[in-house]
C-alpha cells in the first residue's frame, strides 16, 4: 500500500461526493416525523437551516456521533477487509461534520488556509447551501465538488430521474406535485 497525494486527495473528494449525497438525501428525502432517523438526523439538519451556528454550542461528540459513528463503523469494515482506499474514505467521511462546523466559526490560521484553497469548505462556500429552500451545494468537505456539480445541475437531474421513474419526489415539492 502506498498512500500519495493522488491517493489521498483522491480519498479526500470521494468523502465529499459521499458525505454530500447523505446530506442530500436527508435534506431533500427525509421526513422528520421518522422514527429515529427524523428524530436525530432530519429534524437537526432542519434547525441547522433555520439557526446555523445553534449546533457549535454543543460539544464535538454531540455534534457529530450521527454522522461520524457510521462512518467509522464502515471504515472500519473496510479495513477489516483490506480495502484501504475505501477505509479512508471513511474515516475522512467521518470527519465532514466537524469541518462543516469550521465553516460556521472563525478558525486558526492554518485552518483558514486550507479553507482559501478549497482542501475545506470555507465559510463562503458553505453560505451558498444556507439559501432556502437549501436544494443546492450539498458537499460540506471541499470547496471544490459543489460549483461544478451545481454547473451540471447534478442534484437537480438525479431527482428527476427518481421521482419520473420511481414518482418519489423531494420534500419541499412533493407537496405541490
Ligand atoms: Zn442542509
Ligand atoms: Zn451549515
Same mark, same amino acid.
Given at each position: 500500500?502506498?498512500?500519495?497525494?493522488?491517493?489521498?486527495?483522491?480519498?479526500?473528494?470521494?468523502?465529499?461526493?459521499?458525505?454530500?449525497?447523505?446530506?442530500?438525501?436527508?435534506?431533500?428525502?427525509?421526513?422528520?416525523?421518522?422514527?429515529?432517523?427524523?428524530?436525530?438526523?432530519?429534524?437537526?439538519?432542519?434547525?441547522?437551516?433555520?439557526?446555523?451556528?445553534?449546533?457549535?454550542?454543543?460539544?464535538?461528540?454531540?455534534?457529530?456521533?450521527?454522522?461520524?459513528?457510521?462512518?467509522?463503523?464502515?471504515?472500519?469494515?473496510?479495513?477489516?477487509?483490506?480495502?484501504?482506499?475505501? $477505509? %479512508?474514505?471513511? &474515516?475522512?467521511?467521518?470527519?465532514?461534520? *466537524?469541518? +462543516? !462546523?469550521?465553516? #460556521?466559526?472563525?478558525?486558526? =490560521?492554518?485552518?483558514? $488556509? %486550507?479553507?482559501? &484553497?478549497?482542501?475545506?469548505?470555507?465559510? *463562503?462556500? +458553505? !453560505?451558498?447551501? #444556507?439559501?432556502?429552500?437549501? =436544494?443546492?451545494?450539498?458537499?460540506?468537505?471541499?470547496?471544490?465538488?459543489?460549483?461544478?456539480? *451545481?454547473?451540471?445541475?447534478?442534484?437537480?437531474?438525479?431527482?428527476?430521474?427518481?421521482?419520473?421513474?420511481?414518482?418519489?419526489?423531494?420534500?419541499?415539492?412533493?407537496?405541490?406535485?
Amino acid at each position: 500500500m502506498t498512500i500519495d497525494l493522488t491517493y489521498t486527495l483522491s480519498a479526500w473528494l470521494a468523502a465529499d461526493l459521499v458525505t454530500g449525497a447523505v446530506h442530500w438525501w436527508e435534506d431533500r428525502y427525509g421526513d422528520p416525523s421518522w422514527p429515529i432517523v427524523g428524530r436525530h438526523v432530519v429534524q437537526p439538519n432542519i434547525l441547522h437551516h433555520r439557526e446555523p451556528r445553534a449546533f457549535l454550542a454543543g460539544n464535538i461528540v454531540e455534534r457529530n456521533w450521527t454522522a461520524a459513528a457510521p462512518a467509522l463503523l464502515v471504515a472500519a469494515a473496510f479495513a477489516a477487509a483490506g480495502w484501504w482506499w475505501l $477505509a %479512508l474514505v471513511g &474515516l475522512f467521511a467521518a470527519c465532514a461534520n *466537524e469541518v +462543516h !462546523a469550521w465553516s #460556521h466559526q472563525r478558525c486558526s =490560521r492554518p485552518v483558514r $488556509a %486550507l479553507q482559501l &484553497l478549497g482542501v475545506l469548505a470555507s465559510a *463562503e462556500d +458553505h !453560505a451558498r447551501h #444556507h439559501r432556502s429552500p437549501f =436544494r443546492s451545494d450539498f458537499c460540506v468537505l471541499t470547496g471544490w465538488l459543489n460549483p461544478l456539480l *451545481e454547473s451540471i445541475r447534478f442534484w437537480r437531474g438525479v431527482e428527476y430521474v427518481i421521482g419520473s421513474t420511481l414518482g418519489i419526489w423531494p420534500r419541499d415539492e412533493r407537496a405541490t406535485a
